[in-house]
């Protein structure tokens, strides 16, 4: 079955760094899409709705936390995982995001492992 | 003192750890010979502030930035590789190095809350805190030819 993957990050830099690295992880999507923000994300998922998105926490216009409640509210992604990838590893901050629906967390820096590791379960 | 010590050991490996993960180089610890930062670099700046109020600042030529950004995207440096890039690259360097001291320092530092990065272009620059501040630096060498400067400026909050 083919996947699908959303990366969420204001830096266009890091949204390449992160795609790089989720192909070096071996993991393979037929379609990728990316946003620079919340407000962006939310827009492409309304008409087009994706298995995974890998999402940034600290954005301007809408951030990370804002991104998985809104997207939780949206029924064409019930199914879809969301991963928040951060440098911020405060456990509460982690433990909101899992309450409000996010799958799991990433801390930056990162290796293709680490994307394998957190990826695979959820994809499978 | 302690506290300078735990937050150089923390900016050393905080550096060394994002350099290796990222950007798939080995930082060292620059010898007295090291070559300077000289003409045209850039300066990646993160403030934070809770219980410590301050900075953490990543500086380099842009001859260097351009290897670290070509690493960091897989590519060559001879490749194209815009300014904005190079510019976004030491950027998100600056927030790695940040998140890492966080996590290596003081129980103080892990509640920090830090900016998002800023990165400046030009020459001879350098970040400032007053008097009276803490001033730690650390200076690498990803290879024979370029230096890296780390450096972590703090001060107690209204102190």
């Known amino acids: 079955m083919s996947k699908s993957l959303m990366i969420v990050d204001d830096s266009a830099t890091m949204r390449k760094i992160i795609m790089r690295t989720v192909r070096m992880s071996g993991l393979e999507f037929e379609r990728t899409e990316e946003a620079g923000n919340g407000v962006e994300a939310l827009e492409k998922l309304s008409s087009a709705p994706v298995d995974v998105i890998l999402c940034d926490i600290n954005m301007p216009e809408m951030g990370g936390p804002e991104v998985v409640k809104k997207v939780r509210e949206l029924p064409a992604c019930a199914d879809t995982k969301i991963i928040m990838v951060s440098t911020e590893s405060s456990q509460e901050l982690i433990d909101g995001l899992i309450s409000d629906g996010a799958n799991g967390y990433i801390t930056k820096p990162f290796t293709p492992e680490k994307f394998q590791e957190k990826l695979s379960p959820l994809l499978n | ?159």
């Open chain 2, 1 to 159: 003192m302690i506290e300078e010590k735990c937050f150089s050991a923390a900016l050393l490996d905080g550096a060394k750890e994002v350099f290796e993960t990222m950007v798939f180089m080995d930082l060292e610890e620059s010898g007295e010979s090291a070559p300077q930062i000289e003409g045209d670099s850039l300066l990646g700046s993160i403030t934070f502030s809770n219980a410590l109020e301050g900075c953490l600042a990543v500086r380099c030529s842009m001859s260097c930035a351009k290897i670290v950004a070509a690493n960091m995207l897989g590519l060559e440096p001879t490749d194209e590789i815009s300014d904005e890039e190079i510019g976004d690259a030491i950027g998100e360097i600056t927030n790695m190095v940040m998140g890492s001291v966080k996590s290596r320092a003081t129980s103080e530092a892990a509640e920090l809350q830090v900016s998002i990065p800023t990165v400046v272009r030009g020459q001879n620059m350098a970040n400032s805190l007053g008097e009276g501040a803490g001033k730690v630096v650390v200076t690498t060498s990803p290879d024979e030819e370029h230096v890296i400067e780390f450096s972590f400026l703090y001060r107690r909050s209204g102190s």
